[in-house]
């Protein structure tokens, strides 16, 4: 058996023995406890985008039952390692368990698409708050994901262009190299980034690789990079990899920029690649410090570290679930009505409001670059 798929199940029995999943009841009248679940990487090589997730669905529980009392929110810990093996091995346990109302999550793209089969099944609701491959929410897609999946972040098709345009910024007639790491987040992405170059005045792709995300050797790549000529490089898979991409880059002479979506934008990032990874360019958004230093000052103070990757997308996703609970709406099928008609506004002050297929009715994407070891938000794209 795949050790990544023991380690799954391993998660699942932990998780059904620390909250008696097969026996506690949804609630009782006695102590009034109810069960969400976050499902992301908390172990692995992505494990920093799932813990900043998770960190901020705890903090969304720990205010909601501080102005609550009598009523104990549990977050259910799902570890799919970002990996779709993974999460369906984990996924069966989550769906058949009546007593959680909700995911916020998965995080990532390919590990929904394993995953839905069973909460479809299930009927249990998903918010996520990163999977941005835009075939989830597509109706005429095999991956769609209707009509459990909902989605607080913009799609691919939004920040394939957004990553063009910011890769390129400032570079004349730029000549860009684009590779992926074979991820169904990855591929797809990748796309959306040559549609949007048509659109940028001088650019053009002088060429493109797809790589397995298990690669540690980009001696190949590298090579066809400087064969091509490429002055602008875009990376459209995770930062794990990224990281040790950026490093080979620079110790081959290059001087290309290096630009990557939202599957790179983790602090992590500059901290693996050290002084390569220097005026990257990232697609991303931002922690909760950008919307409310007050909030981040309290999050720091409740949770011991600062917000991080999809923060304020996390809390928006756990606190559509937290308000239908007290709302009343605690079975699933309560759940899901009270999410699909869900109008409520994001911590960013924006409307959340699902269409008919799970998107939201905004998506905007920030420009990131690495400076002396951080990744610094440089402002919405437009």
Do not use: C
Request: hydrophobic share 40%; charged share 15%.
């Amino acid at each position: 058996m795949n050790q990544k798929i023991k380690q799954g199940l391993a998660i699942v029995t932990a998780a059904a023995l620390a909250f008696g999943l097969a026996s506690v009841s949804t609630a009782t009248a006695a102590n009034k406890t109810y069960y969400i679940a976050y499902q992301g990487p908390l172990s692995g090589g992505e494990a920093s985008t799932g813990i900043d997730e998770q960190n901020a669905v705890k903090y969304a529980a720990k205010l909601f039952m501080a102005k609550n009392k009598g009523i104990t929110i549990k977050v259910v810990s799902v570890d799919d390692q970002g990996d779709p093996a993974v999460a369906s091995t984990v996924a069966p346990g989550i769906g058949n368990n009546k007593n959680i109302l909700g995911v916020v999550g998965p995080a990532y793209s390919g590990a929904t698409i394993a995953s839905l089969p069973y909460y479809k099944k299930g009927g249990l609701v998903l918010i996520s708050p990163s999977a941005t491959r835009v075939s989830l929410t597509d109706p005429a897609s095999p991956d769609f994901g209707g009509p459990v999946f909902h989605r607080v972040v913009g799609k691919d098709d939004l920040q394939g262009p957004a990553l063009a345009k910011y890769a390129t910024q400032g570079v004349a007639n730029a000549k860009v190299f684009i590779f992926d790491d074979q991820s169904a987040y990855a591929v797809p992405l990748a796309g959306f980034v040559t549609g949007g170059l048509k659109k940028v005045s001088g650019a053009s792709v002088v060429g493109t690789d797809s790589v397995p995300n298990t690669t540690t050797d980009f001696a190949p790549t590298i090579a066809k990079i400087k064969t091509s000529g490429a002055t602008v490089v875009i990376y459209t898979g995770y930062y794990s990899q990224a990281a040790i991409f950026i490093k080979q880059l620079r110790d081959s002479g290059s001087t290309a920029i290096f630009a990557g979506g939202d599957g790179v934008f983790n602090q992590e990032f500059p901290k693996l690649a050290g002084n390569a990874a220097e005026g990257s360019r990232i697609t991303g958004v931002g922690g909760l410090a950008g919307i409310s230093p007050k909030l981040e000052a309290d999050f720091k103070k409740q949770m011991g570290v600062s917000s991080g990757v999809y923060s304020v997308e996390s809390y928006d996703a756990a606190n559509i679930l937290l308000e239908g609970i007290k709302a009343g709406k605690t079975t699933r099928a309560a759940m899901l009505k009270w999410v699909k008609a869900y109008s409520g506004k994001s911590v960013s002050g924006n409307t959340i409001k699902f269409d008919k297929n799970g998107d939201i009715s905004y998506g905007l994407f920030a420009g990131f670059t690495t400076k002396d070891g951080v990744l610094v938000n440089t402002g919405i794209i437009k």
